[in-house]
């Protein structure tokens, strides 16, 4: 064998293990993103339920305010403190809200970048078939033509 011909073995090798270990390192890759797509669904489904049970939570206290608001009129010296009260509630009602929409538009942002880094996976391991493909017919059509 020529040092030319020992090169290009090294090589080979060399190639064959680099695309074996990027074939490894992606399937790692495509499973963690998998597993994390399906963690930003189970945030997702307890943030819904918490937005549900916080909404429950507000119409309830939007009740209690009313029935306050309602007994404190029968109360006239102390009527306008409560109703400031009443008012502080609504807005922590409408903060809580707000936060909570927020906090939902969040998780559906993640779930979009979970998605694309998914796709981006998918598209190098396609790419990395691809390769190891076109390695083994070389290889298979160099041995058919040493052969001869």
């Known amino acids: 064998m020529t ?40 945030v997702k489904q307890e ?3 918490t937005t549900e049970h916080t909404e429950n939570l507000m119409k309830q206290i939007g009740q209690l305010t009313e ?6 009129h029968a109360l006239e010296p102390s009527r306008q403190s409560i ?3 009443g008012a502080a509630i609504g807005d922590v009602a ?3 809200r707000k936060a909570s929409r927020l906090i939902n ?7 979009k970048v979970v998605h694309t880094h998914q796709k981006r996976i998918q598209d190098a391991m396609e790419w990395a078939t691809t ?16 052969e001869l």
Request: no cysteine; glycine share 4%; charged share 20%.
């Open 131 to 146: 390769g190891w493909e076109l390695w083994q017919r070389w290889q298979a059509h160099r041995n058919a033509k040493s």
């Open 67 to 72: 029935e306050v608001h309602m007994q404190l």
């Open 94 to 96: 409408s903060t809580l």
């Open 47 to 49: 943030i819904v339920h």
């Open 3 to 42: 040092w030319i011909e020992i090169s290009i073995v090294s090589l080979a090798v060399a190639s064959l293990v680099l695309i074996l270990f990027i074939i490894r390192f992606l399937v790692t890759a495509t499973r963690t993103v998998r597993v994390l797509g399906d963690s930003v669904v189970e």
């Open 83 to 85: 109703e400031k009260a």
């Open 105 to 111: 538009d969040s998780m559906f942002g993640a779930e």
